[in-house]
């Protein structure tokens, strides 16, 4: 696999995405291209030519639409997330809040 360039070890996309190519490649392990502690690093880094980064969708959007980076098609490789919402034990979410945990816990399937 091509060395890429990553966030820190433990960040969460990063270990998001190594779970998901070890679910698929038992013992595989990332070769890491560059390190970099800040998503904006990582764009300018791949807009530079230092390698290839998996980022977030949103992350990359605007640059995806002017055409700076590209984002080529994925097959076989289960990159979806699972966000989680929190807030403070005993605490019970209210107005806005309320509305847009209601909306997140939808089914879409």
Known sequence: MTPL???ESGSGTRTWFEH??????KGWSPEVALELSSTTAIKTAVASG???AVLSSLAVAPEI???TLVSPTVTGLEL????RA????GDRLTGPAR???????????
């Open 80 to 83: 979806e997330r699972v966000l």
């Open 99 to 109: 509305d847009l945990y209601a909306i997140a816990r939808r089914d879409t399937t």
């Open 50 to 52: 230092a390698g290839p």
């Open 20 to 25: 998901a190519v070890t679910r698929l490649r």
């Open 5 to 7: 360039i990553q966030r």
């Open 86 to 89: 929190v807030w403070p034990t």
């Open 65 to 67: 639409a002017a055409g």
